[in-house]
């Protein structure tokens, strides 16, 4: 149950971080208030890689689920994460012209 549990969280990570922009926002805010022309980066926020990480890695520490499989599954996860936006994009599109958007 975990493994689909830190699926779901690698999922819900990529689509906040990649795909509302609310990162970006921040960043925005964040160069507005600092009053700087000069780009922020705020890793581990902007990185979805880093955020599903450290997330996911939290996540089962907080439920003493970590051994060296469930670690090696974060990983996996973390370095897919560009793939995980891709299905996400193509899902969005695939109902988009089922629908007739």
Not at 46 to 54: F, G, N, R
Not at 55 to 62: D, G, M, P, Q, S
Not at 63 to 70: K, M, N, P, R
Request: aromatic share 14%; hydrophobic share 50%; proline share 1%.
């Amino acid at each position: 149950m975990i493994y689909l549990e830190l699926l779901a969280l690698a999922f819900i990570v990529v689509y906040i971080v990649d795909e509302t922009g609310i990162v970006d926002s921040f960043k925005a805010f964040l160069k507005r208030w600092l009053n700087t022309k000069s780009d922020i980066s705020l890793k581990p926020l902007d990185c979805s890689l880093c955020m599903t990480h450290w997330v996911c890695l939290a996540y089962v520490l907080i439920f003493g689920s970590l051994d060296i499989f469930v670690y090696l599954y974060i990983l996996f996860l973390s370095c897919n994460t560009d793939n995980i936006y891709t299905l996400i994009q193509k899902v969005n599109e695939a109902i988009s012209k089922l629908f007739g958007d």
